[in-house]
């Protein structure tokens, strides 16, 4: 059995850091339909997670639980544990606005409010009450911008509209936007899937750096993105985690057959 | 011969040559319909359009023509005493087309307008029998020639949607020259006005009171035209109206569109949207009958005067009639906000009500400010409500609980009377109407330009 596969390697002491997140028995519904089965992951801390598999096979679902997001659509049901520090995020105790600021979320198509670039990164810290004064604000989002690389090319136009920028630039505004607000994980569900080559390389770039200070979880279709940007590589197929591991090892010595055609690109 | 007749005529030849035009193609094709370039469908289309157009167009050209012809011609036979005085060739007219019309055994007339009118019956005669044999020939013609069009790689087709295309250009002509003709004629007659009235006065005036004498030997005042108490009251009416429409539809249109249950808004909406069906005319009984009653009395034990037609109890039901407007339409602005907006804003960390007021508001604005602004073109131009609860006192006052009168209530009184139609007290009508299609047709493209500068921004 695969999942038991799966159990086992999660289980497997790891070499590097320490787990951020996990998730232990997650079954999720959309109303009467099971879109994930017995999920354990464990997610370490400063490092980029790679999630793969074939459309429809429920990585971005699975991405979505960790910081609730599921909780907005209608008719979803959760059942098992997802653990942030090893507190269950899904306790009612858990106020989930405070969660999502500790957890931010980066899209797939880049969504910039429309605002300008500075009120876009702005935002987080102002709803959450993070700064108290102006100095403080520009502070953060002069920081924010220049972690997500993008200071360079917006620093004179900071008041003008952030739907003005490229696509790529967008993203990494995304990007800045989710950093300002300090949050300890950073889920990217496809970020680069509607970026230009040059851009995409941008963005891996900067998820590569980004790993020294956040724990990132990555959702991807691309198997070559999931290989040059992650440390670890869990492939989902049909809403199971069918094989978790170090990225080098799923690549070149898969142990799931399954895993195996999907990175061949036998199926998928 | 009748219309009727004539047209039901028509039909059956263009029903005839359907079926014609259909059998020559399936003929043609010899049982495989793809060696023909078209469906036989198309065939039989095609000859009934050459058959039935022309033939419309023939009569409608021969009705608009027939009058002015037949006319002239009992006109030049008449005696030069009767034509050269418009008035008597005007009632001579009347009485010719009478006896046409076989009603003029009782007319005392002279003899030259009974033979004339005689005349003038022979020629409907004639032109009803030459119409018929006409469009006979017409429609019969069109068939023959497009049923010896067809063969089998006639585009049939392409030709039909031609002259659909064409059919499709005259409806919206007709729809564009009828506003331009509307627009016209408003033009003129507020012209006509302007040279009784001087425009400054018209437009700057504050006073209005358009009493004129009716006959010259009446003593009267003179009138004024001053209509700055007619567009105060009504941009007070309207101003209460918006006061009333703006939060509630607002407001409402949030709570349906981000928090309502699914269930709720199935059935609330609907029921919202039941507001704008109600007939104005009914709101306007309701304003003047249950409102502003209510009101009079609250205010008596108030200790206020609030009099008895008031602008208040006409703004508040004209709110209540707008609230559909602005909460349906801009319902409809946020729900297109894109979820990914919203997505971008939970995943902050945002709660509901932070996401509505920073990010959606914000990003429908542009579409919320056009409604408003439709919703206040709608509150300008409606009339019944305020001829019902508005009053007619054009009282030039800020006060809503005294009663005013807008201008939409003013050119119905003007119109309703017995004035002579050239006199300044009428024609004003019509420039009161200019003015007021002129503020709601700015108003209008102002939201709509408005809207459309901004949506492309946020898709």
């Not at chain 2, 209509?227 to 006061?243: E, K, Q, R, V």
Request: aromatic share 8%.
């Amino acid at each position: 059995m695969a999942v038991v596969t799966a159990d086992a390697m999660t289980n497997a002491p790891h070499t590097r850091g320490k787990s951020k997140m996990a998730a232990r028995d997650l079954d999720l519904f959309y109303g009467d339909a099971q879109a994930l089965f017995n999920v354990d992951l464990d997610v370490m801390e400063r490092e980029v997670t790679a999630l793969i598999g074939p459309s429809g096979c429920g990585k971005s679902t699975f991405l979505r639980c960790l910081n609730r997001m599921n909780d907005t659509i209608d008719g979803v049901t959760i059942s098992g544990k997802v653990t942030l520090d090893d507190r269950d995020i899904y306790d009612k105790i858990i106020d989930v606005v405070q969660l999502r600021a500790r957890i931010g979320m980066v899209f797939q198509k880049p969504n910039p409010f429309p605002k300008s670039i500075f009120d876009n990164v702005a935002y987080g810290p102002r709803i959450h009450g993070l700064v108290n004064s102006r100095d403080e604000l520009d502070e953060i989002v002069m920081t924010s911008l220049e972690k997500a690389g993008l200071l360079k090319e917006v620093k004179d136009r900071l008041a003008s509209p952030a739907t003005g920028l490229s696509g790529g630039q967008q993203q990494r505004l995304c990007i800045a936007r989710a950093v300002a607000v300090s949050p300890e994980v950073i889920l990217m569900d496809e970020p680069c899937s509607a970026l230009d080559p040059i851009a995409t390389a941008k963005v891996e770039e900067l998820i590569d750096e980004l790993r020294s200070n956040y724990t990132i979880v990555i959702v991807t279709h691309s198997m070559q993105q999931a290989a040059r940007v992650s440390q670890r590589t869990a492939f989902f197929h049909l809403g199971k985690l069918v094989e978790v591991g170090e990225t080098d090892q799923i690549f070149t010595n898969p142990r799931d057959e399954r895993t195996k055609g999907y990175i061949t690109g036998r199926f998928g | 011969m009748s219309l009727t007749f004539l047209l039901l005529a028509v039909a059956l030849l263009c029903a005839l040559s359907f079926v014609f035009g259909r059998q020559r193609a399936i003929a043609l094709s010899g049982g495989r319909f793809s060696n023909l370039h078209s469906l036989p469908v198309h065939y039989g289309t095609y000859t009934a359009l050459w058959c039935g157009l022309p033939a419309l167009a023939l009569l409608i050209v021969w009705y608009a023509l027939q009058g002015p012809v037949t006319n002239a011609l009992v006109i030049s036979d008449l005696p030069v005493e009767i034509t050269s005085d418009p008035g008597q060739l005007s009632l001579a007219m009347n009485a010719i087309s009478l006896i046409a019309a076989d009603h003029g055994q009782h007319l005392d007339v002279a003899p030259e307008v009974v033979e004339a009118g005689n005349r003038l019956a022979i020629l409907h005669t004639i032109s009803n029998t030459a119409l018929i044999v006409v469009l006979l020939c017409v429609a019969l013609t069109g068939l023959s020639l497009s049923y010896r069009k067809i063969v089998a790689d006639m585009r049939a087709r392409n030709n039909v949607e031609r002259i659909v295309r064409y059919l499709m250009i005259g409806c919206s002509a007709i729809a564009i020259l009828s506003t331009v003709g509307i627009v016209f004629s408003l033009l003129f007659e507020a012209l006509h006005f302007f040279s009784k009235v001087n425009p400054l006065e018209f437009l700057f005036g504050l006073e209005w009171s358009p009493q004129t004498a009716i006959r010259a030997d009446q003593v009267a005042s003179d009138g004024s035209f001053g209509m700055i108490p007619l567009f105060a009251g009504t941009l007070l009416i309207t101003l209460i109206a918006m006061l009333v429409a703006v939060p509630i539809g607002l407001f409402s249109a949030i709570y349906m569109g981000e928090y309502a249950s699914p269930m709720f808004r199935a059935w609330a909406k609907p029921a919202l949207e039941i507001l704008a069906g109600v007939p104005t005319v009914v709101y306007g009984f309701f304003a003047a009958l249950t409102v502003a009653p209510f009101l009079r009395d609250t205010g008596a034990t108030l200790g206020l005067s609030v009099s008895s037609e008031s602008a208040l109890a006409a703004g508040l039901v004209m709110g209540v009639m707008i609230i559909p407007f602005v909460s349906s339409l801009s319902d409809d602005v946020m729900s297109q906000v894109p979820q990914s907006l919203r997505d971008g804003s939970y995943g902050l960390g945002a709660t509901k009500s932070e996401t509505i007021r920073h990010v959606i508001f914000p990003a429908a604005l542009p579409g919320i400010v056009g409604a408003i602004l439709l919703a206040v073109s709608r509150a300008i131009g409606e009339t019944m409500i305020v001829v019902m609860a508005a009053g007619l006192a054009a009282n030039l006052t800020a006060n809503p609980l005294q009663a005013v009168t807008t201008v939409t209530v003013q050119i119905v009184t003007l119109l309703v009377g017995d004035q002579e139609f050239d006199s300044a007290k009428t024609l004003s009508a019509f420039a009161l109407g200019l003015v007021l299609f002129l503020v709601t047709l700015g108003l209008n493209v102002f939201a709509l330009k408005f809207v459309q500068k901004y949506r492309e921004k946020y898709d």
